[in-house]
Each structure stands twice: as C-alpha cells, then as structure tokens.
C-alpha cells in the first residue's frame, strides 16, 4: 500500500526536503486535500519563470510533484510521467520540484537531459514539501483549473495509463466545479453489462440492477464451482468498483443471508454487503463459499448492494468475488443464521497496546510541536530490547476484515484476521537501531481501515542511546519515562455526589488517603468536593452524608487524577 511509509523516508523527508524552503514558509499554513492553493512562482533549471495562477490561465489542471535525484522511485515514475505529458501538455502542466537542497539547476539539467523530460522542474524554493507535509517523497498533487488540490497521492506511479487517467478526471468541458477524489480517480468501465433479468434469476432476487455511473464496473452473470453467480469484472484495476443491488421484499425481523466466495487482496480489495445504503460487513482475502446473515429492521423492498472495492495497487488470488445468491430468512431459520455470525470481541475504544516486558513508555519535550506535526498522536516506547510486541483493542465500529498492522522495519502488513491471539489481536516484530540497521528507531501502526482514519502509531527505540540519536536529529531536548511522570504530583481531583436524578447534593463528607494521611472535604453546593494532593490518593471514602440521603459509606474508590468521579447517593 503506497500511503505506507517506511520511518527512513520519513527523516529523510524531514532532513533533506524540508531545509531552507520550510523555513521560508513556517508562517503558512500547510495544505489539506480539498483546499484552495496559495500562489506561487519558481524559476527552473533552464531560467524559465514559473507561477501558477498564469499556467491556470491556459491549462486546465497542474501536476506538482515533490521528489529528489537521489529517490529511485521517484526516477523510476518520470517516463511515464513524461509519455502521458506528451500527449496532455496542451491541457495539463507538470511542475516537477526537487525538495533536495544539493539538486542545482546544473543537477536538475542532467538529470531532466537524460530521462528525456520537456516539463517545467525547478527547486522547491516555495517549501511546498514542507506544505504539503510531504513524510515520503514521489509526492504528487493534482490543482483543477479552479486552484483547488483535489488529487494528492504518495508513491510512484510506474505506467502511463494511471498518469492518463489522473489526467482525464480534470480536464474537458463537463469539468465544470471541484471534484476532490481519496486516491486515484476511477477507470470508466469496459465491462459489458448482463441483463437484469439473468442477475436477478442468478441471485435468487425479486430483481436486480446494475450500476448507473459509468466508473463503477457491473457485475456479470457466469459459472463457477457448478453454480451460477454473479462475479466481478474489475479485475486488475485500481481504485476500481464492481457492483450490483438486489432487491428482495422482507419483514422486521427476517434475515438476508448472502452466499459467496472471495479470492482477493487481503485487506485492500475487499467485497462490501450494504443494506439499504448502510454498510454491514466487508470480506477480503480467500473465502470459500461463505454464507454472512445479517438482520432486517423495517418492512418493505430492501436493496442489498454487493461492492467489490479495489483500493490498492496490488491484486491477490483470482482478484475476483463471486455472488451465489441474497436470500430471505423468515423464523426460526433467520435466528439460526444470525446466531451463527461471528461476532469479534469489541472494546470500548480503539487501542494499540504494548505488551512485550520491559516496554516503557517515554514522554518527550516538544515545545515547538515538531512531533506533533510529523506523528500527530503517536507514542514512543522504549523497547530495552532489540523486538517490540503489542495487541490491538477495536471498538464495534471496526471490521477487523478492513484492520491491520504495519510495522516499516521491514515494511510488512499484518491484517487483523491473521493476528488473532486468545480472543484478541497480536503482533511482535523486530525493531531497528543505529546499531543493526542505521535507522534510530521503527514504527507500529494500528490501520482501523485501509483509508487511515483512525490510525494509531507506536515509535519504538531499542535503548535509550537510540531515543537520545532521534532527539538530536529532531532538535528536542529532555524527555522522561511516562511511569515517572505519572508518579510525580501534584494530582487533581474532583469528586461530585448527586442524587438519583442527577441533581448536587451538598454537605457530603468525603475522606481521601495517600500513603501518610487521611483528609476530609465537604461537597459544595454543586455537589463538589475538588482537591489538589502532592502524592496520589489511595482510597476514598464517603465518610457521610446528609439527613435525608443513603449511600454506600463504606466503599472504596480509587479516583484517576484529572477526571471527574460521580457518586450517586438515594434521596429518601
């Protein structure tokens, strides 16, 4: 998956792309897909002057690429790049920029004389890496010919015909307002359609109907295993939908049950069941014929829409699904297929967890919030040793056929389905060191789904000589052990009682001990009883309350510092 980046691209991104022309544009907000380009002007290697608002004047959309002479794929996405311009540079303009520093106009002439290049590439003196947070480098986006970036994409893009179809969504007449695309735009369907009536008798549906845009790819009736189905066409195509909706007349309270098999990527191309519009169930990988039931909540015609999505760049097995047949269930018939759906263990939260021994998590100074901008929510771990282990918690929300792990040491994907460890879900791998590898540190990150939505990331050093390394090339100074931290007060409480519908009691006594001492406090009128303590509480008490109330006085609680503790006590 190409929005995986490996940590060395990440610092090199960092160290070299982001030099003197970050510098240049710290005041300037950076970019998000959908927003509207600030102006700008470079010179290229050959003296041409280049700004954008004049190319927009005669092209329809621009191409700016973030790379580097030293980025192998970076050179290898060029030639076709360079064929698809070729053809579009009447339409469309490239504006390639070389984020590295040492990249001269002398550099930039030989390396665009060799490869043969005819469109603009200059210097990133803009900082526009540094705008478009560029962690990995080919970077590209796409700006429409209204100044919105409506493309941005990591990786290369090796074959012209995905630079043509990039392309093609900008540009014509019927362009006429913004369309932001996640990931690259569709192809237009080859596929031919069967007829509605044969879908319909191959599923088993009142009737069947195919897709009506014309990028989403139909699917068609065929064989298999002796049965006759309704199969993909968009094999091979990325970002590319395959779809039919059957329609079927049940009751609250039955039961759909779809019949299929799937020979696909695992995790990135998966067969989505949606009822009515809403989402139900995803399934990727190698399934054999599978039958999935799922409950129906209001009376009437239901639309069961069968999805084959392909996200990545990548194809697994016969990159094909295979629909037998949407049927209703009625009685006992439905419950016994919904009792036998399974159903994964769901957490209150989403969470990546440590869970090798001796993994301490570190707190880092970050006055400047340079990690914040380069890992967002991120935790870092020292691992005292040279592997890290964790399990994953997921919340209901999350279909462990669309979650995975990612480890960049050594770029692996883990999905969930293959991790399931008593109950839940596991992983360990190796971890790098200046030492084994030259790379300071690894990175874990938890994928709820194939989008990033979500997504929780672990830095992990081997030792502490690893962290103080990152710390340097970071420019961040102190940091220290979140057990430390969390040992150190002064901790904050506050303790309200209420009764049972939910209004203040006040004049509660509330009795709080640390290791020493023993001290009360009375609620206040809001029914507040707040403290600041020098050592963490050990236990509190409700030491007694009101005439006219009742409550547990000889419970034990154990309050976290910095939250709220509610007690509910019972007015007589």
């Known amino acids: 998956m190409k929005q995986l980046k490996a940590f060395a691209a990440l610092i090199l991104a960092i160290c070299l792309c982001m030099g003197g022309a970050a510098l240049a544009s710290q005041s300037e907000a950076p970019y998000s897909l959908g927003e509207t380009i600030r102006d ?11 700004t954008l608002s004049e190319v927009l004047k005669e092209k329809e959309a621009v191409l700016i690429n973030i790379w580097a002479t030293w980025c192998g794929p970076c050179r290898s996405e060029f030639p076709a790049m360079q064929e698809a311009y070729a053809e579009y540079s009447d339409r469309v303009e490239i504006i390639a920029l070389s984020c590295e520093s040492t990249d001269t106009d002398a550099v930039l002439a030989d390396f665009a004389a060799k490869l043969g290049l005819t469109f603009p590439i200059a210097q990133d003196t803009v900082g526009m890496a540094s705008l478009l947070r560029a962690s990995s480098i080919p970077t590209t986006i796409v700006v429409d010919r209204f100044g919105a970036i409506c493309y941005w994409g990591a990786g290369a893009m090796t074959s012209k015909d995905l630079f043509v179809r990039l392309f093609d969504a900008f540009v014509g007449e019927e362009y006429t307002s913004s369309t932001v695309y996640d990931g690259l735009p569709p192809a237009r369907a080859t596929a031919v359609a069967s007829p509605e009536g044969e ?82 169930k995803h399934f990727g990988g190698v399934h054999d014929w599978t039958t999935y039931a799922f409950p129906v909540v209001t009376d009437g015609t239901q639309t069961v829409s069968l999805i084959y999505q392909k996200n990545g760049g990548g194809n697994g097995g016969e990159d094909t699904v295979w629909i037998d047949s949407v049927a209703v269930l009625t009685g006992s018939e439905a419950e016994a297929a919904l009792a036998a759906v399974p159903v994964h263990a769901a957490a209150e939260r989403t969470a990546l967890l440590p869970a ?63 991790s399931l460890s008593g109950g839940g879900y596991a992983m360990s791998t190796p971890i790098d060191s200046a030492e084994t590898t030259r790379y300071v540190c690894s990175s874990v990150c938890l994928y709820p789904d194939v989008t990033g939505a979500g997504m929780q990331i672990a830095i992990c050093f081997q030792d502490e000589g690893n962290l103080e390394l990152f710390l340097s090339l970071m420019s961040l100074g102190s940091w220290q052990y979140a057990d430390k931290a969390a040992s150190a007060g002064p901790f904050a409480y506050t303790v309200r009682y209420v009764d049972q519908d939910g209004s203040p009691v ?43 109330y009742e409550g547990d006085t000889d419970a034990t609680l154990v309050p976290v510092s910095g939250e709220e503790l509610v007690i509910t006590l019972r007015r007589l």
Request: proline fraction near 5%.
């Open 40 to 50: 700008f002007t470079v010179t290229t290697y050959d003296g041409r002057v280049v």
């Open 199 to 280: 879908l319909a008798a191959a599923l088993g549906a009142d009737a069947a109907v195919n897709p009506a845009s014309a990028y989403v790819w139909p699917m068609t009736v065929q064989e298999k295993d002796g049965r006759t189905v309704a199969a993909s066409t968009n094999q091979g195509q990325i970002n590319a939908a395959a779809q039919v909706d059957a329609l079927l007349t049940a009751s609250a309270g039955d039961a759909i049950a779809v019949t299929f098999r799937t020979s696909t990527e695992e995790v990135f191309d998966l067969l989505e069941i949606r009822l009515n519009g809403e989402s139900v």
């Open 356 to 418: 090798a021994p001796g993994m301490r998590e570190v707190l880092i100074d970050d006055p400047e919030g340079a990690l914040a901008a380069a890992y967002g929510d991120a935790k870092f771990y020292v691992a005292n040793g040279p592997s890290v282990s964790f399990t994953a918690e997921l919340d209901a929300s999350v279909d462990p056929e669309r979650a995975f792990f990612f480890t960049n040491y050594d770029s692996s994907i883990l999905p969930l389905t293959q």
């Open 506 to 548: 006040a004049g509660v006594l509330c009795q709080v001990c640390d290791e020493s001492t023993c001290q009360v406090f009375v609620s206040d009128a809001d029914g507040v009883c707040a403290f600041t303590l020098p050592t963490a509480v050990q236990e509190l008490h409700t030491l007694r309350v009101p005439d006219g």
